[in-house]
């Protein structure tokens, strides 16, 4: 059985990070390269433009890598248009914020070619201005169509939303001159979807400012578009692009961060200590929940670990991240922790971040073929093609530590399962846990543990809350080499504070 990212797929772990310091952030730049083709080849087939939005990745070590596939960077004020303007060099910059101030909006026209408005009133303010310094016009719309169940604060369009005008207020406080100012609508709803919810979307919005697009020159539909996801349905979204062209004489504009960066990304830990508590064994890690992947807690999800499976993060959500009905079902997975021996809990620990050969062993021993058929699927449903789950090797009936395989292997199904460990931060947050974690074998201190698709929303929102140092950058090369790329010393901390 192996459990692997794609992108590590050719690597030893162990020698590949054996220098690294911890915790650290790796970037990966075949993975990049390998969705910058996805992005590249879908503007060569539709004429659309595609740009970054630097909300979710701003690594701009990387920007000039990117520039070669994208027509530039989308900003949510002016630091990140800066950044675009400075690190992608002769490519579009785009900013929407929710409102701009004087101060800010004079230098905004300093880097933005494309400047949108999030209500009339900074339209009718600003827009003047902008448009003097020969700047592209846009109005944030709100089809009041939302295609996201139970995910409210990653909704613009759940009731009461401050983000894009509806068409009852744009017919409230639009006028002729005002309208006038505009070259193009922008529209951003969707989170981690597929074009099935943008298709709705656009529907929708055909439907509410039909007759404005006519008088537009563009239209962007946001961020949201999981493009470079395994099973992304890429036809249907050419479709929808293809049409808004054809049907209005729209130049199309999408501005995804997710899918340029997805999957590009590891974070690199150390467990420094295990504790025990009520049946649980708690791993503290180096790298803090909390301070460097805040949307763990906030999202709250459980990122992929290799050679791991999540189980649950029910200190931060009652529910278990596992959907997949196939494995939420208790007869095949249980998510009880037994307390280890304590000599499993040595502290003579070597680096064992178990490479694809020992892992196969440890995950065949432990759940044996059932592994790869049942949890191999609801694996991709979750985390996508990036982790790859195959069966190999026969049952053993023992794991690597001696304790006994928890595998009914004749009857394809798992009793119980061992060697579940809660993953937790250093901080002083009680709720700094990542959730429960399933290995095929005993974890130990110094051990080292990856994480994957920890390029986007976690290097752009770190912290240093407790003190806690600030991940290093490293870039892993197509040719296989490790490069720093920044590191954080206690300096970087204090100056932020006064
Ligand atoms: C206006 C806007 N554009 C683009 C994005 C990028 O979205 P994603 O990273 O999910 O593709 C966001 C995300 O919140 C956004 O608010």
């Given at each position: 059985m192996q459990i692997q990212f794609k992108g590590l797929e050719k690597y030893d772990i162990e020698k590949l990070f054996k220098d690294v310091q911890t915790p650290c952030y790796i970037l990966d730049e075949a993975t990049f390269i390998k969705n910058g083709e996805i992005l590249k080849s879908l503007q060569e087939e539709t004429g659309a433009k595609v740009l970054l939005a630097e909300k979710a990745f701003s690594n701009f070590t990387v920007f000039p890598l990117l520039s070669q596939y994208l027509a530039g960077t989308e900003a949510s004020g002016l630091f990140e248009a800066r950044l675009g303007h400075e690190e992608m060099p002769g490519k579009e910059v785009h900013v929407f914020s929710a409102a701009y101030g004087d101060k800010d909006f004079k230098e905004v026209l300093k880097y933005a070619d494309h400047i949108i408005f999030n209500s009339v009133y900074q339209l009718k303010k600003y827009g003047p201005l902008a448009k003097a310094a020969g700047k592209e016009i846009g109005l944030r719309i709100n089809p009041e169509c939302s295609t996201q169940e139970g995910h409210a604060i990653y909704d613009p369009c759940s009731p009461g939303s401050r983000l894009g005008v509806t068409r009852e207020i744009f017919d409230l406080e639009m006028d002729t001159d005002t309208l006038s100012l505009l070259s193009g609508l922008h529209s951003h709803t969707l989170c981690e979807q597929d074009s099935d919810a943008l298709e709705i979307t656009v529907k929708a919005i055909k439907e509410k400012f039909g007759d404005i697009l006519p008088k537009m020159k563009w239209i962007n539909l946001g961020g949201g578009h999981h493009i470079t996801r395994h099973d992304y349905n890429i036809p249907l979204l050419k479709k929808i692009i293809l049409d808004l062209k054809k049907t209005y004489n729209l130049d199309v504009y999408l501005e995804p961060g997710e899918a340029v960066a997805l999957n590009a990304g590891y974070l690199v830990t150390k467990i420094l200590d295990i504790v025990r508590n009520s049946g649980h064994n708690i791993a503290i890690l180096d790298m803090s929940a909390a301070c460097h992947t805040p949307d763990v807690i906030e999202m709250p999800y459980m990122p992929p670990l290799l050679n791991s499976y999540p189980i649950t993060n029910d200190i931060n959500t009652s529910t278990s991240v596992v959907e997949s009905s196939a494995v939420s079902d208790p007869s095949k997975l249980s998510v009880s922790s037994p307390v280890l021996d304590p000599s499993a809990l040595s502290t003579s620990s070597p680096v064992n971040c178990a490479g694809p050969d020992a892992f196969t062993e440890t995950m065949t021993d432990l759940f044996g073929d059932v592994f790869g058929d049942v949890f191999g699927d609801a694996i991709n449903d979750i985390f996508g093609d990036d982790t790859d789950v195959s069966s190999s090797g026969s049952v053993s009936g023992n794991s690597a530590s001696g304790n006994p395989s928890s595998t009914d292997s004749s009857s394809g199904k798992l009793s119980s399962v061992e060697h579940i460990y809660r993953l937790a931060g250093p901080s002083c947050l009680a709720g700094d846990v990542i959730g429960d974690y399933a290995f095929g074998h005993d974890l130990n201190r110094d051990e080292l543990l990856v994480f994957g698709?920890?390029?986007?929303?976690s290097i752009c929102k770190n912290n240093t809350f407790n003190g806690i140092p600030l991940p290093a950058i490293y870039l892993l090369k197509k040719d296989g080499t490790i490069e720093l790329i920044k590191k954080f010393s206690y300096e970087d901390f204090k100056e932020r504070l006064g």
């Amino acid at each position: 059985m192996q459990i692997q990212f794609k992108g590590l797929e050719k690597y030893d772990i162990e020698k590949l990070f054996k220098d690294v310091q911890t915790p650290c952030y790796i970037l990966d730049e075949a993975t990049f390269i390998k969705n910058g083709e996805i992005l590249k080849s879908l503007q060569e087939e539709t004429g659309a433009k595609v740009l970054l939005a630097e909300k979710a990745f701003s690594n701009f070590t990387v920007f000039p890598l990117l520039s070669q596939y994208l027509a530039g960077t989308e900003a949510s004020g002016l630091f990140e248009a800066r950044l675009g303007h400075e690190e992608m060099p002769g490519k579009e910059v785009h900013v929407f914020s929710a409102a701009y101030g004087d101060k800010d909006f004079k230098e905004v026209l300093k880097y933005a070619d494309h400047i949108i408005f999030n209500s009339v009133y900074q339209l009718k303010k600003y827009g003047p201005l902008a448009k003097a310094a020969g700047k592209e016009i846009g109005l944030r719309i709100n089809p009041e169509c939302s295609t996201q169940e139970g995910h409210a604060i990653y909704d613009p369009c759940s009731p009461g939303s401050r983000l894009g005008v509806t068409r009852e207020i744009f017919d409230l406080e639009m006028d002729t001159d005002t309208l006038s100012l505009l070259s193009g609508l922008h529209s951003h709803t969707l989170c981690e979807q597929d074009s099935d919810a943008l298709e709705i979307t656009v529907k929708a919005i055909k439907e509410k400012f039909g007759d404005i697009l006519p008088k537009m020159k563009w239209i962007n539909l946001g961020g949201g578009h999981h493009i470079t996801r395994h099973d992304y349905n890429i036809p249907l979204l050419k479709k929808i692009i293809l049409d808004l062209k054809k049907t209005y004489n729209l130049d199309v504009y999408l501005e995804p961060g997710e899918a340029v960066a997805l999957n590009a990304g590891y974070l690199v830990t150390k467990i420094l200590d295990i504790v025990r508590n009520s049946g649980h064994n708690i791993a503290i890690l180096d790298m803090s929940a909390a301070c460097h992947t805040p949307d763990v807690i906030e999202m709250p999800y459980m990122p992929p670990l290799l050679n791991s499976y999540p189980i649950t993060n029910d200190i931060n959500t009652s529910t278990s991240v596992v959907e997949s009905s196939a494995v939420s079902d208790p007869s095949k997975l249980s998510v009880s922790s037994p307390v280890l021996d304590p000599s499993a809990l040595s502290t003579s620990s070597p680096v064992n971040c178990a490479g694809p050969d020992a892992f196969t062993e440890t995950m065949t021993d432990l759940f044996g073929d059932v592994f790869g058929d049942v949890f191999g699927d609801a694996i991709n449903d979750i985390f996508g093609d990036d982790t790859d789950v195959s069966s190999s090797g026969s049952v053993s009936g023992n794991s690597a530590s001696g304790n006994p395989s928890s595998t009914d292997s004749s009857s394809g199904k798992l009793s119980s399962v061992e060697h579940i460990y809660r993953l937790a931060g250093p901080s002083c947050l009680a709720g700094d846990v990542i959730g429960d974690y399933a290995f095929g074998h005993d974890l130990n201190r110094d051990e080292l543990l990856v994480f994957g698709d920890m390029a986007i929303y976690s290097i752009c929102k770190n912290n240093t809350f407790n003190g806690i140092p600030l991940p290093a950058i490293y870039l892993l090369k197509k040719d296989g080499t490790i490069e720093l790329i920044k590191k954080f010393s206690y300096e970087d901390f204090k100056e932020r504070l006064g």
